[in-house]
């Protein structure tokens, strides 16, 4: 009975403690820990400031920067972008938890916001380099804040409005431009179809000419032949350049640029068109994707853009451009200025997610190395400094060859085009595979953190992704790239000729000899960088040519040949891309005077050398180094990251990348997660 009853009393207490309110005690055993804390970095004497990070930023930028930091001002000003107050800072950064009708609609109001404060002026009606720098800088700027944002304008100023201005003459520049830049009208760009995305040539949309009424006669023959993905068509754009095969008297004179109204003024479809939504993506849902399909639509004579080809009223082909090649290639002029933004967005947007990365691992401790010690920083680890650091250091080489290749598009001469097309489909490629490789990076680098979207990386991989295959997929683009490079070595071989442009004039000289043993003073030498880089793509350009050569010579065509020798032509293609990069960068360290920026920037060079190397298996496969030099290599590779590792905040910041345009993680982390900021 005692136990029952000793039972039965201890029911009753724990009965009596759940429905009885208690005062509240204190538990005075225990004694307080010192818990986790945020420290700005800038306070730590492991992060000095050995170089002027604005003279850095000028490099890095290159030109506009009044202009760039104007339109950041501009942005982080208004509600219409987001504003948002964490740990006692402003961010800006979209809400992808609207929905694709709401982000569609908040992109146009941006638009307006922009448009309604100049920051279109001159995009399409400026000439000269200035103007399209100004342009490129402030695309830039947008680009960082908005994927969607960037592209509805990119389609609707650089497709729509470009081709225009580069297909088109002056019946075209006088009656589109200025509305276009005005936005008066929303163009878009039909090039794309279901069943022909990078094989432009093969699209199905037909035009016949009516020498009776003097039209053009645009049609969808068959379902593949829908255009396919063309931003700005599902919902605002009023009018399409299309792209299509050009039909005269029976003949197909190939493909060529249409203007097509395809929306009145009040945003009803026009007659004989039909418009559908693509739907929602994984990405990008603030741009208004679309199908449209055309029967039988009549277009005037003058909406051809006519600067390559024209018709005359009784349907006469005209062209100074005989070769249907290079008239081909005319008519994808307006892509090349799609890969130049495309490239320099992925370069900006790794930084933005190293930025974050960086600057969290530099406040955020992990484990400690002794009993009872202080936990240690992220970024002091190894393996974490390995992780980051050399993908610091391809931003800023990508971020110089970037520029150069900027520099190059907007002093474009008829004589460089051909320089410019294979230079930006070998950056377009490199740098937005790299910009996927950085974001995932990053996003694993900042742990659970990573994963919540307000600090912007985790849904910059969404956004971005697009980009791998977006005006070119990424693998066509590099085969393009050998495919051309296989061109100059023909000609030159067969006509004896020394190579000439495309940094390949090192061909001209004897193949260079590499050091048996690779002491760190030789990995660090940018002559033993570049011959390496050098002795790489030469070996590869040749193994090509003698490969395509070989499956010629048992029968197979051309083409086949080339496709068969694919594995060698990715080789090469990475192989042209990183000797350029690296080339580029030597030059702009080159020019810098003796002193901290110059040493730094000596060690970025060799850390992007050294790791592009490292990371590349055909520096083994085809025996360019031993196996001891290539381990002599990667341990170069820490010891440059130990090195750079008190520089990586000063790095970061000289960027230029406004507080706001971060995230949270970026900086108090504890505050922005406090009980406050979770109420807030």
Not at 95 to 101: A, G, I, L
Not at 241 to 265: E, K, M, T, W
Request: proline share 4%; charged share 20%; aromatic share 10%.
């Amino acid at each position: 009975m005692d136990n029952d009853n000793r039972r039965a009393s201890r029911r009753t207490e724990v009965l009596s403690n759940h429905l009885l309110p208690r005062p509240h005690t204190t538990t005075a055993h225990l004694s307080p820990s010192n818990c986790l804390s945020y420290a700005p970095p800038e306070l730590s004497s492991s992060n000095p400031v050995s170089f002027d990070t604005y003279v850095m930023r000028s490099l890095l930028d290159g030109h506009n920067l009044d202009d760039r930091d104007w339109l950041f001002g501009l942005i982080v000003q208004s509600p219409l972008f987001n504003r948002q107050e964490r740990g006692g800072r402003v961010f800006v950064s979209v809400d992808y938890n609207h929905t694709m009708e709401q982000q569609r609609e908040e992109t146009m109001r941006r638009i307006g916001y922009l448009l309604d404060r100049g920051v279109f002026r001159g995009w399409l009606t400026g000439d000269g380099p200035q103007e399209e720098l100004r342009k490129l800088a402030l695309h830039e700027v947008i680009s960082m804040y908005d994927h969607s944002l960037a592209v509805k304008i990119g389609v609707h100023i650089f497709l729509w409005g470009g081709a225009v201005k580069f297909l088109g003459t002056k019946r075209h520049h006088d009656k589109w431009l200025r509305a276009t830049e005005n936005y008066e009208l929303k163009g878009c760009f039909a090039m794309t179809e279901l069943g022909h995305g990078s094989n432009v040539r093969g699209v199905e949309t037909v035009t016949t000419y009516d020498s009776r009424s003097g039209e053009f006669v645009i049609n969808t023959p068959c379902e593949s032949a829908q255009k396919y993905w063309i931003g700005g068509a599902a919902n605002h754009a009023t009018h399409t350049i299309v792209f299509s095969q050009l039909y005269i008297n029976g003949g197909n004179q190939g493909v060529h640029a249409f203007i097509c109204p395809i929306r009145d003024s009040s945003g009803n479809v026009c007659p004989n068109i039909r418009i559908a939504e693509c739907g929602h993506k994984i990405g990008l849902n603030g741009v208004d994707n679309g199908r449209i399909w055309f029967d039988n639509v009549r277009i005037p004579r003058e909406n051809l853009l006519n600067s390559v080809a024209d018709v005359s009223p009784r349907g006469e082909y005209l062209s100074s451009i005989k070769n249907v090649d290079q008239r081909f290639a005319a008519f994808l002029a307006p892509l090349t200025s799609g890969r130049v933004t495309i490239a320099s967005s992925a370069v900006y947007i790794s930084k933005i997610g190293l930025s974050i990365a960086i600057r969290y691992a530099l406040t955020r401790r992990a484990f400690s190395m002794t009993p009872n010690g202080p936990e240690v920083l992220l970024l002091d680890y190894p393996s974490h400094q390995q992780r980051l650091l050399p993908l610091l250091a391809k931003i800023y080489a990508m971020s110089f060859a970037g520029l150069e290749l900027k520099m190059l598009y907007v002093n474009r001469t008829p004589e460089s085009n051909k320089a410019i097309h294979i230079v930006s489909s070998a950056y377009k490629a490199t740098f937005t595979w790299n910009n996927m490789r950085t974001l995932q990076e990053c996003r694993e680098a900042c742990g659970g953190q990573g994963v919540k979207s307000e600090n912007r990386i985790g849904p910059f991989k969404g956004e971005f992704d697009v980009h791998s295959t977006f005006e070119g997929d990424n693998n066509v683009l590099m085969q393009q790239i050998s495919k051309a490079l296989l061109g100059e070595y023909i000609v030159c071989q067969t006509k004896k000729k020394p190579f000439r442009g495309l940094g390949l004039e090192h061909m001209n000289n004897p193949a260079p000899v590499l050091p048996s043993q690779l002491t760190s003073s030789i990995l660090r030498s940018s002559e033993f960088q570049l011959d390496l880089f050098h002795l790489r793509e030469r070996d590869l350009l040749g193994r090509f040519a003698a490969e395509v050569s070989q499956y010629q010579a048992q029968g197979e065509s051309k083409e086949s040949a080339f496709n068969l020798s694919y594995q060698v032509a990715e080789d090469l293609g990475r192989a042209f891309s990183e000797r350029a990069i690296l080339k580029t960068f030597i030059e702009v360290e080159s020019k810098v005077p003796a002193g901290s920026l110059k040493d730094v920037l000596g060690l970025l060079r060799s850390l992007y050398a050294l790791i592009s190397v490292d990371e590349d298996a055909a520096f083994l496969r085809y025996g360019y180094l031993s196996t001891e030099n290539a381990a002599a290599v990667r341990k170069e590779v820490l010891k440059l990251c130990t090195e750079l590792r008190p520089h990586a905040l000063a790095l970061v910041s000289s960027f230029g990348i406004p507080d706001a345009f971060l995230s949270p993680i970026a900086f108090d982390w504890v505050g922005s997660n406090a009980w406050p900021s979770a109420q807030h």
